[in-house]
Structures are given as C-alpha cells and as structure tokens.
C-alpha cells in the first residue's frame, strides 16, 4: 500500500489560515492577514535524479507592518534551495528567480510578494506540482486588499504556454 503525505501538507496549511482568520474576528490587532496558504510543493525526476522543494511566497501583511516577501509561512519551515545548488546537484537551469512584485495585496501594510521561478530542464524529465491558492487568493484584514492568486505555468520549447492547474 502506497501512501502520499503531500494533501496532508497541503491541509495543514489551510487549517492554519482558517484558525487565524477565526481569530482575527477577536483579536484583529493581533493577527496577520493570509498568507500563501500553500507550500507550494514541486517534484521534478526522472530514473537518474528526483528533486522536491517548497516554493516560498508572501507572508500576509501584519497588524503593524508589511508581510514579508519571499519566505515559508504558515505550517512550512524549509529554506530556499540555492540556484548554484540545483545547477551542480541537477539537469535543470533555473532562467528566473525574484519576488512576484505586486503580488501580496495592497493596505495600510502590504502583503509580502511571492517567487516567481522558471526552470528550464536540460534532459528530459517528470513535474508534479501541488499547490493552492491558484482559484481563491489569499484574504487581506483592516480594509486590505487580497494577494495575488498563485499560478503555474508550462512553456514548451517551441514558444507554446499553458497555465496549469493547482494539483
């Protein structure tokens, strides 16, 4: 019997969303606004390598400050994989890497901004991507405006794009 813990990682990370926005109802000063309520999981392999990360994003804007930009939040405590890392380690180019500029919602104190990451493979490969917040973004607080939904994107060699779905 085969089992996967990723929907479990998933959950976890609306489950705490759901318990601050129920929270924030007493004690708004006190809570964060959502997150990116995902972990953003990508699993990339083939029978010679298999590599798996947890894509950071924004950390929704707090009470007195803006979210910050670019981190785990929520129920995710894994650091970002170093580009130099993934190109040594593996058959893949990373052509893009920066924050989602405008992407975290705008208030009194911004959202923090998401990554937004291309990854070019340089041999033939499998992708499994999991992740949420793709249809419904993530809820502002105090009259702030809600973050960016997530997207995933597939650009084949010959210049063909397709926007994926979360799972």
């Known amino acids: 019997v085969q089992t996967c813990a990723l929907p479990i990682l998933e959950t976890s990370q609306r489950i705490a969303d759901t318990i601050l926005g129920a929270l924030a109802n007493f004690a708004p000063q006190r809570v964060p606004a959502a997150g990116q309520g995902t972990m953003n999981n990508v699993l990339i392999g083939n029978d010679r390598f298999a590599y798996y990360e947890t894509v950071a994003g924004g950390q929704g804007a707090r009470p007195r400050a803006d979210g910050q930009s670019g981190i785990q939040t929520g129920m995710t405590n894994t650091k970002n994989t170093p580009i130099t890392s993934l190109t040594i380690h593996y058959p893949i180019t990373v052509t893009r890497y920066r924050l989602r500029r405008g992407s975290g919602g705008a208030g009194s104190f911004s959202g923090g901004d998401g990554i937004e990451r291309a990854i070019r493979f340089d041999e033939p490969a499998t992708v499994s991507l999991m992740g949420e917040r793709r249809l419904t973004a993530p809820w502002g607080l105090a ?24 799972k």
């Not at 009259?143 to 979360?166: C, M, T």
Request: no cysteine.
């Open 143 to 166: 009259g702030g405006e809600p973050g960016a939904v997530g997207e995933d994107w597939l650009i084949r060699r010959g210049g063909g794009r397709e926007r994926l779905p979360s």
